[in-house]
């Protein structure tokens, strides 16, 4: 079956722009979760979801940082007025339910460039 | 707070050695979960294996097992026979009953598998 998407790809964008990006986790899979992977470090953990709520935002790193998703599947991360500290690769997981034992399975990631 | 720490940053090895990543981690909760996850260059996240905190035995998926100790909080993983295709950034992560479901990383191990 199809695996995690992520879109766009890559995004170029200006200091100050907003952008939007998307998730399509795998059918069925109640929990996703939002991370940012800046150069040469690990993931950092955004946002997370289970079905439409996020019970957990403790990792947005500001109020520019914002994520929603609708019908339980599709996510869409948000930054307003982009700073250039925002440059990453912002990566989305789905996992069939948010536990111990249920391995994510991560998307191809956006890069995101602000300039 | 959950904490992951890797100490090795690069790792230089012989094609079909063997090879083993360092990973400690640090958490009060009982119940967790570690990870570790391959990243090639071009960027997705691999899920290579898992250890629950009550498993007994220690985990393996093909060449890779993962070297349990919990008295001493390490979750090393052994790649054996190396190949040049293992090239890539290595994650530990974990994930506990009480973390709200997100994977905490560590900052990765950089394997580059020599011919």
Known sequence: ?115 | AQKITQTQPGMFVQEKEAVTLDCTYDTSDQSYGLFWYKQPSSGEMIFLIYQGSYDEQNATEGRYSLNFQKARKSANLVISASQLGDSAMYFCAMITNFGNEKLTFGTGTRLTIIP
């Open chain 1, 1 to 115: 079956g199809a695996g995690v998407s992520q879109s766009p790809s890559n995004k170029v964008t200006e200091k100050g722009k907003d952008v939007e990006l998307r998730c399509d986790p795998i059918s069925g899979h109640t929990a996703l979760y939002w991370y940012r992977q800046s150069l040469g470090q690990g993931l950092e953990f955004l946002i997370y979801f289970q079905g439409n709520s996020a019970p957990d935002k403790s990792g947005l790193p500001s109020d520019r940082f914002s994520a929603e998703r609708t019908g339980g599947s599709v996510s869409t991360l948000t930054i307003q007025r982009t700073q250039q500290e925002d440059s990453a690769v912002y990566l989305c997981a789905s996992s069939f339910m948010g536990n111990l034992y249920n391995e994510q399975f991560f998307g191809p990631g956006t890069r995101l460039t602000v300039l």
